[in-house]
């Protein structure tokens, strides 16, 4: 049964706001510090989100002044947290209710501690801080004494921001979002069109058809929900037959397979792609936490379309053997013969080991932000394909295949 969480259309006290959390979470009040309680960062206006029992689970507040709007008082349940998207709820509901002529004032701290995130993605999502380039501009849309007032309590943490619109809204991005904040950055547009054997889902961008089989109107729909929130649509693919045997038959298996677990990952993109897409495994996608942290460039997959040329699809069994085998890699330009018998005159797959928040390879000249590894762990980048005539350097070969020595 889908859930019907939502904010509740009505604006409480700060008294009432308490006393609902009370009620539904007796074991889990809402409380505040009681410096924060009165003075400037006192809130008299409340929103509400609830489950689909009508029990509150996260809430906000704010309070209009003659010059300005101050916001926050932000918590969420545990049962919330685990829902997630509360900041996004509560933010997005609380927005319309802000006098649209007055600046908000808040001062960032995490309950958890965690306050170098928090501030750094309040910046992303339009807050300026004390450090902030545009910091002398923005402070001059409040009074001085109320400037004043509030650098002198939170000199590092106080924060402005003017009302945002719609579009704004929408390109907002929370730490507590259901889905990791890389995936959230995209914009997913697709429709349903009527083919010869069903529905299909187009993808406006490009006009490329995602399902390969004939959908239903309604499994059409549903596709669409899945692709934009990054959920597995393996289901609306025909099944792939697999592949079987041994290495040595695992010839030229270089395509990353929607049967294998990978996703389309169009917000990544990479120099030199041309018009193809770069691919994610869905389990890294979804931050599942498993050992498929598997990714392949547009580049990858423009240079390997070229010079390969064949359609086969297995680039799954190279990255778990990479992972699995314990051997040394380095950070960057890592290679292997493409076959197990490869010489000079093979194909050359190169691959990057990412850190955890490390930038990922081959971004440097896009006009994007930079899109970096969000797991705790190192994953695998596949980023080229080199032909038989391009020399490499042999230090920096990988022994994919076991054969303990460098031809």
């Known amino acids: ?5 939502k904010v509740l259309p009505a604006v409480f006290s700060y008294e009432d706001m308490k006393r609902r959390f009370a009620q539904d979470n007796p074991d889990d009040p809402y409380t505040r510090r009681a410096d924060l309680e009165s003075g400037i960062y006192e809130l008299d206006s409340w929103l509400i989100r609830v489950d689909d029992n009508d029990k509150a689970i996260s809430t906000v507040g704010f309070k209009e002044h003659p010059s300005h709007t101050v916001v926050g008082g932000m918590y969420a349940t ?7 998207g509360n900041s ?4 997005d509901a609380r927005e319309p209710q802000l006098n649209q002529s007055k600046p908000l004032v808040a ?3 995490h309950r958890d501690g965690d306050n170098a995130r928090w501030i750094a993605n309040a910046k992303k999502n339009g807050w300026s801080f004390p450090d902030s380039d545009n910091w002398e501009q923005m402070s001059k849309l409040i009074p001085n004494d109320v400037l004043s007032a509030w650098l002198a309590k939170y000199p590092e943490r106080m924060a402005i921001r003017s009302i945002r619109d719609e579009g704004q809204m929408a390109k907002c991005v929370y730490l507590d979002d259901p889905t990791p904040q890389w995936f959230s950055l995209m914009k997913s547009n697709y429709k349903r069109q009527l083919g010869n054997s069903g529905f299909n889902v187009i993808r406006t961008s490009d006009g490329k058809r995602m399902n390969s089989k004939g959908l239903s109107r309604s499994q059409a729909k549903s596709m669409i929900d899945d692709l934009e929130s990054g959920k597995d649509v393996s289901r609306y693919q025909k099944k792939r037959k697999s592949i079987t045997g041994g290495w040595k038959g695992q010839l030229r298996k270089w395509q990353p ?3 294998d677990g990978y996703m389309e990952f169009t917000q990544y993109k990479t120099q030199d792609s041309g018009d193809e897409e770069s691919y994610i495994h869905e389990d890294l996608m979804s931050m599942k936490g498993t050992n498929n942290r598997i990714m392949a460039t547009g580049h990858y997959m423009n240079r390997g379309r070229k010079r390969v040329g064949t359609n086969d699809e297995k680039l799954h069994l190279w990255a778990k053997k990479i992972i699995n085998s ?3 890699t380095k950070r960057m330009s890592n290679w292997f013969y493409m076959t197990p018998d490869g010489t000079a005159r093979d194909f050359k797959v190169m691959f990057d080991v990412v850190p955890p928040n490390a930038i990922l390879p081959q971004q440097f000249g896009q006009n994007r932000g930079f899109i970096k590894n969000p797991d705790k762990e190192e994953l695998i980048v596949f980023t080229t394909i080199l032909d038989r005539k391009h020399k490499v350097n042999f230090k920096d070969w990988y022994d994919m295949w076991d054969e303990g020595v460098m031809r």
């Open 257 to 259: 397979s929607k049967a």
């Open 107 to 109: 001062a960032f701290g």
């Open 326 to 328: 314990g051997k040394p």
């Open 1 to 5: 049964m889908e859930l019907l969480v």
């Open 78 to 84: 545990a049962e919330g947290r685990k829902i997630g």
């Open 88 to 91: 996004k709820a509560l933010q």
